[in-house]
């Protein structure tokens, strides 16, 4: 095992998410340590079915060291190449789940994540670039992802906003009117 | 959202899966085409559809050209939209599809306004997808944005400028060089964030090439307190790759002194990167490695997996560097053999195999089976590879030993782990003669059923070259023939050769092996005729030599090189015979590289290093006008020519080709203020320059190389060593070294540099023979040349053999280099190939007398290189 690795920021191989039968609920790939979908699949069910009775949190297959975490029916993973430092990635690792802890109010399962996908492909991207670490503050990340889901439409929300805007300032104008009147 | 909650609720009540699971991608991007091009636009509806085509790519479908353009153009009238959701999907849309869809550069304004633009959250995330999506042609227009972007106060945006410029810089290096004071002015301000880490990371990919500038980098922020983890654990490595690459530069020690200050840093994360760099740099003494190993002992017993783990990995690393080192950690490690993460575990008790002593070494081999069971073959070639060293460092307990490998044969694994085992098993084979026979046998057993052809054809090649010495040769007969009934065409012509070498080596086995050789000429396969064929033919001749140029003699010529000399052979008109003596010699460690010559260090990617191995190039074929000269024979190392640190440091690596020495001298400039044109390095002595290629260049930092060819005179009038006296020879150009700009003026210059010696040893490639003496035997007597020396200055006689064997340049075979204690005779077998391909042996009887008295003999294919070697030794 090489110890010294080149420096670079490249860190991350990939961040992948699967649910408790192994199904891949969203994988980002990050160098094409796997070319083909096929493989990657392959490799993730050979990795969940490493992973899954475990309690431990890391383990090395194929000359990758992945670190993970499992929450009532979902599995994180981290991978990094064999000779990264275990705990840059454990620390990736702790900022996705924190992130998306936040995100999902605690509630960090299957159902929960699926209905906020959008947002945890905002998380995924904000975490890492291409393989490079962007950011690993998880609040930070967490605000910068939660997408409120405004009801209304760009179109109808102008309109209504408009419309508000003038009904008020008629109001304002009849009050303002009425005073003048008054004196 | 409430889209696909919706959604799953419906499909709650049939199969109870969400159907972002099940998209069909052709209705997805039929749904977002006419979504995204509806008015208004819904950004509700709209988010709902990018997200179902992220889903879409997620899941890893191949979509179309054709269909990803007219989708991505689709998504591109989302920028009319303002909701904030829409937006940022889009931007994840565009990466995502910037590699499949064409045309991708039509937003580049839609991103660069919002990059410019007053919402914080948009800005960084525009600016990935912009350097994402840009061309070389299109980063002329966005420089000055980048440059503004990386020195902007917000930490996200700045961030995300310094990343993408690392992403650009692996296709534009030279743009991303034009950054750079932006970046260093990033570096140093105390923005928040991982800004200090990504400006570095940035510096040291735009630098990484410039010695000088690495060390300042280091220097610079290393002495700056306000660091994030990260960025402090990348600088331990930039600092550690400086001091692996040459530890002899100016603050080597100040380096030093960062790294084991990180040991005491309140970060876990920076304290294992210094500790883990600590054990990879391995010129560290047992000293400076105690510090290292104390906080990795304190890890250990650390209630988390992943320092458990990252500490007995490293511990393990260690292990093999310095056993004595690690050996107190051996409680520690005992403990973690238990440990719930079978993966810790089985690094603790393959560390405690390369540490623990020869008492210890039964009671863990036996619980080695319990552990293989349930542990991924990386760790199982780890525990192969302790086992394996074992075997040397205890070469009595070497039976016990080979009887765990072959249980372990016996056990499932991959192609790796069973090639790790063969390899052990065959390194024992050399080792001990003891276990030879038990190894043997081990190794029949597993080729009967063996599923990798590649395996099969090593071990029948160990057995046809090792089988013949045992005492019962006719035992392995059975076990190869099995192979040429049962298995592939290409075990069966390996088979085929083992049953050829004991027919050549076993003369009373002969009869029986001619038998079989015939059956085998009637193989439907091509390649397994041929060879029974050609094996019966020669042993038919009755031919001794030719015998033992084709059956038992090996092949010394590198595949590579031999491959190439025959393509270039089939290039001219063929008229010639090909000459065998123009391919160059493999040396016995290319060689040996496959069975790994250092077990203990052997490195974790064997696969890497052997296809490093034979790609390694022919140097000469990269200058065009040196072509003409290869293929090079051999390669000296680099010799310094200069002291270091002086105002220019030159090297030079000897090339000898058939009549050539090419000389080629490493050049680098360290002065800030000098532009060298012209350089090249004039040689005085004894030989006549043919050709000379300068450097026209040579600019401050920069190493190149330029050549001196001179001509050798053929073996008659060789003389044992020939001295050049070399001088640098250039101009100067002055230049302002803060800004590059160079006079027009320009002045003769020249650098004494030291001589250069051509020796004996630089005309001699070595060859390792297995069987030392039947090539002696071979060669015959003719050529043979004998004479005593005395050497008066040797006080023992391993140093006169490290001494001989340096001197002239051959390989020691039959382990002969290693003297026995206490012995006061030894005998020294050498082995090598003159340049022209003669072969030569040499015979080097030693005795230890008041001084070492020497007598030599030389046998050669030349007499002139016989007469030659014993000269120069006197």
């Given amino acids: 095992m090489s110890l010294l690795r080149e420096p670079t920021l490249y860190t991350i191989k990939a961040i992948i998410i699967l649910d408790n039968d192994g199904n891949r609920m969203i994988a980002k790939y990050f160098d094409d340590i796997f070319p083909t979908t096929k493989e990657q699949r392959q490799w993730e069910k050979n990795l969940f079915n490493k992973t899954h009775r475990a309690s431990s949190e890391i383990t090395i297959l194929d000359n990758l060291?992945?670190?993970?975490?499992?929450?009532?029916?979902?599995?994180?993973?981290?991978?990094?190449?064999?000779?990264?430092?275990?705990?840059?990635?454990?620390?990736?690792?702790?900022?996705?789940?924190?992130?998306?802890?936040s995100l999902l109010k605690k509630n960090v399962e299957k159902s929960c994540l699926l209905d906020n996908m959008d947002s945890i492909c905002l998380i995924l991207d904000e975490i890492c670039d291409q393989g490079i670490i962007l950011e690993n503050d998880y609040q930070t990340i967490a605000s910068r992802c939660a997408l409120k889901g405004d009801d209304i439409s760009l179109g109808e929300q102008t309109v209504a906003q408009v419309r508000d805007y003038k009904t008020l300032s008629y109001y304002y104008f009849i009050a303002k009117t009425e005073e003048l009147y008054e004196f | 959202m409430h889209g696909f909650r919706r959604d799953k609720k419906e499909e709650e009540d049939g199969s109870g899966s969400h159907s972002l699971l099940h998209l069909d991608k052709s209705s997805v991007l039929q749904e977002a085409r006419a979504t995204f091009n509806g008015t208004p636009v819904v950004a509700r509806k709209c988010s709902h559809v990018l997200t179902k085509i992220l889903m879409v790519l997620n899941q890893g479908e191949a979509i179309g050209k054709e269909e990803a353009t007219e989708t991505f153009f689709a998504i591109t009238k989302l920028f009319q939209s303002r909701?904030?959701?829409?937006?940022?999907?889009?931007?994840?849309?565009?990466?995502?599809?910037?590699?499949?869809?064409?045309?991708?550069?039509?937003?580049?304004?839609?991103?660069?306004?919002?990059?410019?633009?007053?919402?914080?959250?948009?800005?960084?995330?525009?600016?990935?997808?912009?350097?994402?999506?840009t061309d070389a042609q299109m980063l002329q227009s966005i420089e000055r944005l980048m440059k503004q972007a990386m020195v902007d106060k917000t930490p996200q945006v700045a961030s995300a400028a310094l990343t993408s410029s690392v992403h650009v810089a692996r296709t534009n290096p030279e743009v991303v060089r034009r950054w750079l004071n932006e970046a260093t002015e990033a570096a140093s301000s105390s923005g928040e964030g991982l800004v200090q880490y990504h400006a570095i990371g940035l510096l040291y990919t735009a630098r990484k090439h410039d010695k000088l500038a690495v060390r300042k980098l280091v220097s610079k922020h290393a002495r700056i307190a306000n660091r994030s983890s990260l960025a402090c654990c990348l600088l331990i490595r930039i600092a550690a790759k400086a001091l692996e690459e040459d530890d002899s530069v100016p603050n080597s020690g100040e380096m030093m002194d960062f790294i084991e200050g990180c040991l005491r840093h309140k970060s876990e994360m920076v304290i294992y990167e210094a500790a883990r760099s600590l054990v990879g740099l391995n010129a560290t003494n047992p000293k400076e490695l105690a510090p290292a190993v104390s906080v990795l002992q304190l890890f250990c017993s650390s209630p988390k997996p992943t320092l458990r783990l990252a500490a007995v990995r490293t511990l393990s690393a260690a292990a093999a560097i310095q056993?004595?080192?690690?050996?107190?950690?051996?409680?520690?490690?005992?403990?973690?053999?238990?440990?719930?993460?079978?993966?810790?575990?089985?690094?603790?008790?393959?560390?405690?195999?390369?540490?623990?002593?020869?008492?210890?070494?039964?009671?863990?081999?036996?619980?080695?089976?319990?552990?293989?069971?349930?542990?991924?073959?990386?760790?199982?070639?780890?525990?192969?590879?302790?086992?394996?060293?074992?075997?040397?460092?205890?070469p009595r307990k070497a039976s016990t030993l080979s009887a765990t490998l072959a249980q372990m044969l016996r056990d499932e694994g991959g192609v790796e782990y069973k090639s790790a085992l063969v390899d052990a098993l065959i390194a024992v084979l050399h080792d001990d003669n003891d276990a030879r026979n038990a190894a043997l046998s081990h190794l029949c057993e597993f080729i009967e059923d063996c599923e990798h052809t590649s395996l099969a054809t090593r071990v029948?090649?160990?057995?046809?070259?090792?089988?013949?010495?045992?005492?019962?040769?006719?035992?392995?007969?059975?076990?190869?023939?099995?192979?040429?009934?049962?298995?592939?065409?290409?075990?069966?012509?390996?088979?085929?050769?083992?049953?050829?070498?004991?027919?050549?080596?076993?003369?009373?086995?002969?009869?029986?092996?001619?038998?079989?050789?015939?059956?085998?000429?009637?193989?439907?396969?091509?390649?397994?005729?041929?060879?029974?064929?050609?094996?019966?033919?020669?042993?038919?001749?009755?031919?001794?030599?030719?015998?033992?140029?084709?059956?038992?003699?090996?092949?010394?010529?590198?595949?590579?090189?031999?491959?190439?000399?025959?393509?270039?052979y089939l290039k001219t008109s063929c008229s010639e015979e090909f000459d065998m003596k123009t391919v160059p010699i493999a040396t016995p460690l290319e060689q040996g590289i496959t069975s790994g010559s250092a077990p203990g260090s052997a490195p974790i990617e064997p696969v890497v290093a052997r296809a490093k191995a034979t790609v390694k190039e022919d140097p000469l074929e990269k200058v065009p006008q040196l072509a003409k000269y290869s293929p090079v024979f051999k390669s000296s190392g680099p010799l310094a020519l200069t002291e270091a640190l002086t105002e220019y440091t030159v090297s030079c690596v000897k090339h000898v080709t058939g009549s050539h020495v090419v000389l080629q001298f490493t050049c680098e400039n360290t002065l800030?203020?000098?532009?060298?044109?012209?350089?090249?390095?004039?040689?005085?002595?004894?030989?006549?320059?043919?050709?000379?290629?300068?450097?026209?260049?040579?600019?401050?930092?920069?190493?190149?190389?330029?050549?001196?060819?001179?001509?050798?005179?053929?073996?008659?009038?060789?003389?044992?060593?020939?001295?050049?006296?070399?001088?640098?020879?250039?101009?100067?150009?002055?230049?302002?070294?803060?800004?590059?700009?160079?006079?027009?003026?320009?002045?003769?210059?020249?650098?004494?540099?030291?001589?250069?010696?051509?020796?004996?040893?630089?005309?001699?490639?070595?060859?390792?023979?297995?069987?030392?003496a039947a090539a002696w035997e071979e060669l015959g007597p003719q050529n043979e040349l004998e004479d005593t020396f005395a050497l008066s200055a040797m006080n023992t006689l391993q140093e006169a053999v490290k001494q001989i064997h340096s001197f002239l340049g051959m390989q020691a075979c039959e382990r002969s280099d290693n003297v026995p204690e206490g012995r006061s005779a030894h005998t020294l077998l050498l082995a090598g190939v003159f340049r022209g391909g003669h072969a030569v042996l040499v015979r080097s009887r030693l005795a230890l007398s008041n001084g070492v008295t020497m007598n030599l003999s030389v046998r050669s294919t030349d007499p002139r290189v016989s007469n030659l070697i014993t000269q120069s030794v006197g």
């Fill in chain 2, 672 to 772: 800030t203020d000098q532009l060298l044109e012209d350089v090249w390095v004039q040689v005085e002595g004894d030989l006549e320059i043919v050709e000379i290629v300068n450097i026209d260049e040579l600019k401050c930092g920069v190493q190149q190389s330029c050549y001196t060819v001179v001509e050798l005179p053929d073996v008659d009038n060789l003389s044992s060593t020939f001295t050049l006296a070399c001088t640098l020879k250039f101009k100067v150009r002055d230049c302002d070294p803060t800004t590059g700009e160079v006079d027009d003026g320009s002045y003769d210059d020249d650098y004494v540099l030291e001589d250069i010696e051509i020796t004996v040893a630089d005309h001699i490639q070595k060859v390792l023979k297995a069987d030392w």
């Fill in chain 2, 460 to 568: 029948l090649h160990v057995l046809g070259r090792e089988g013949p010495k045992t005492a019962r040769p006719a035992a392995f007969i059975r076990y190869i023939y099995n192979r040429v009934i049962l298995e592939a065409a290409a075990v069966r012509a390996a088979a085929v050769t083992a049953l050829a070498q004991f027919g050549a080596h076993c003369p009373q086995l002969l009869p029986s092996i001619l038998v079989l050789l015939r059956r085998c000429a009637l193989d439907q396969d091509d390649e397994v005729r041929d060879r029974a064929t050609l094996y019966i033919a020669i042993f038919q001749s009755e031919d001794q030599s030719l015998i033992s140029s084709f059956i038992s003699g090996e092949m010394h010529y590198s595949v590579t090189a031999l491959e190439k000399s025959l393509k270039n």
């Fill in chain 2, 323 to 394: 056993p004595a080192a690690v050996s107190a950690c051996n409680l520690d490690l005992e403990n973690l053999m238990s440990d719930g993460n079978r993966s810790v575990a089985t690094l603790a008790m393959s560390t405690l195999l390369k540490t623990g002593g020869e008492s210890s070494v039964e009671r863990l081999v036996k619980q080695i089976s319990s552990f293989m069971a349930d542990i991924g073959d990386e760790l199982k070639v780890e525990v192969v590879r302790a086992v394996r060293s074992l075997c040397e460092k205890f």
């Fill in chain 1, 65 to 101: 060291t992945i670190v993970y975490r499992g929450n009532v029916d979902l599995f994180f993973y981290v991978v990094g190449s064999s000779s990264e430092n275990e705990l840059i990635l454990q620390s990736v690792l702790t900022t996705l789940y924190d992130s998306v802890n």
């Fill in chain 2, 83 to 133: 909701d904030q959701a829409v937006r940022r999907l889009v931007y994840v849309c565009i990466k995502d599809m910037a590699s499949i869809s064409n045309d991708v550069i039509i937003v580049t304004s839609s991103l660069t306004k919002d990059m410019t633009g007053k919402e914080d959250e948009w800005r960084a995330p525009a600016i990935r997808a912009l350097c994402r999506i």
